[in-house]
């Protein structure tokens, strides 16, 4: 487990997001700003939603590529304890992302990494599988954040309060947040326990160069690298300026 910091630093920053299926830019601007990135997957899985699939481009339109797991019933089980149900899903990813984006600038370029990511993986957990895309993701980015589990941290009971816990484990004095927890994020907690909340945009994103029609920003970050390769951080936020 991290250990507990003694003192918060203002200066660091943390956030804490589920792992997903290689996510869209905008999940790697997040981790770009931060310090430390919690993978927050002891918390219920959720069915039809990012962490088991994402979207390409194609020439008939957007595609979801998802990965099939076991469910055990409705509100039963957390991402972590979530195993893919089929271990040819990484061939027929595969052969999706080859035959849509083998005409892609850096398709070739980036092939080397990606490809054993599918092909010879024998991975069962879903987080593990996710995770290891998103580190194969950072790395053609540049980003160095730290990555850990949630549940190498304090994990005292409530949302909130696991936040606070999380932020001082990592000894992180501000924490970012997406735009979706202002429904439930209990800033005034965070404060009065000497953290800083500051919240992410994903506005204002350029376009970049794309196959298959019109420009779709809500895709997976694959479709950045393949098609803008090197140059890929020019269209990302957090490479010129903070949230």
Same mark, same amino acid.
């Given at each position: 487990?991290? *250990? ?20 869209? +830019? ?20 959720? %069915? ?23 469910? +055990? ?7 972590? &304890?979530? %195993? ?18 083998? %005409? ?24 593990? $599988? ?26 005292? &009971? ?10 001082? $484990?990592?000894?992180? *004095?501000?924490?970012? $947040?997406?735009?979706?927890? +202002? ?20 506005? *204002? ?22 098609? &803008? ?8 936020? $957090?490479?010129? %300026?903070?949230?």
């Amino acid at each position: 487990m991290v *250990g507990v910091a003694e003192a918060i630093d203002m200066g660091k920053r943390t956030a804490l997001v589920q792992s997903n299926y290689i996510p869209w +830019k905008g999940y790697f601007d997040l981790i770009n700003l931060v310090d430390d990135f919690v993978l927050l997957d002891d918390v219920q899985y959720t %069915r039809r939603d990012w962490r088991n699939r994402n979207v390409i481009k194609t020439p008939s339109g957007l595609k979801w590529l998802t990965i099939p797991v076991e469910v +055990k019933g409705k509100y039963t089980q957390l991402i972590r &304890e979530t %195993r893919i149900a089929d271990p040819g899903w990484g061939k027929r990813h595969w052969t999706s992302l080859v035959h849509n984006y083998s %005409r892609a600038k850096y398709f070739k370029q980036y092939r080397e990494l990606f490809e054993p990511l599918y092909l010879e993986s024998t991975q069962v957990s879903l987080s593990l $599988s996710n995770r290891a895309f998103i580190e194969a993701i950072c790395s053609v980015l540049g980003i160095k954040t730290r990555l850990t589990w949630s549940w190498e941290h304090p994990l005292p &009971e409530g949302k909130n309060e696991r936040l606070v816990a999380i932020c001082k $484990s990592v000894n992180a *004095g501000t924490y970012l $947040s997406g735009p979706s927890a +202002k429904g439930y994020l209990d800033e005034k907690l965070l404060v009065s326990e000497g953290i800083k909340v500051e919240w992410m945009s994903y506005d *204002g994103y350029p376009e970049y160069r794309q196959l298959h029609g019109g420009f779709e920003h809500r895709v997976t970050a694959l479709d950045l690298i393949f098609n &803008e390769g090197p140059e890929a951080p020019l269209y990302m936020r $957090s490479f010129h %300026r903070a949230a």
